[in-house]
């Protein structure tokens, strides 16, 4: 049985933004009709334009919401009061604690953005490049402070992503590892072994000594 309308339901919104990015992670944005998110989410089809105008529009918001949802704490931590390599660790843990809370719709954004409208596109750019854009400002503080490498930050950036962008692809509730340990595995290997200086190093050790 069909939903009732209730065009003021935020709950049944976000409702149908997460069954909508599930289904086309799953199949694919040009492989899914309206007719299958109506059906996901017990509607009828004239039901579900009450709430979204278009399937891109629903696209849209899955992914907006998405990027937005991540992109606070991040900013956050650009001017948190913990060293800029601390900062970074944390950083990279907690995005890929967000990323796996919602793997399909990060999937998402890097297989079918493509279909959105241009403008939509460029806001959803303008978002991701903002994640960009803060954790880079950190691994600057930290280079600034001799407590991370005099790496290319631009080049330490996409190391980053690329290896969070890779993690929806193998991770499994099921594994050996918990979410949590394996955000704190990927943190330790990308600034831990990589990219903390020296230096910085050196002085761990010997605390530990």
Known sequence: MARPIDPNREELKREILDHAARVFAAHGYRNTTTEDLADKVQLKKSSLYHYFDSKEAILYQALSQNLKRSLAPLEELVSAPEPPAERLRRAIAQQAERMMDAPYAGNLFLTDRGSLKPAHLKL????????????????????????????????????IYGALNGLPWWWKPTGRLSLA??????????????????STQRRRKDRTA
Do not use: F, W
């Not at 991701?128 to 691994?139: L, Q, S």
């Not at 990927?186 to 831990?192: E, I, K, R, S």
């Open 124 to 159: 959803c750019l303008e978002l991701r490049d903002r994640h960009e854009k803060a954790m880079r400002a950190i691994v600057e503080q930290g280079i600034a402070d001799g407590s991370i490498a005099p790496v290319n930050a631009g080049m330490a950036i996409k190391l």
């Open 181 to 198: 340990e394996t955000a704190d595995v990927y943190a330790d290997m990308l600034v831990n072994q990589m990219l903390v200086a020296p």
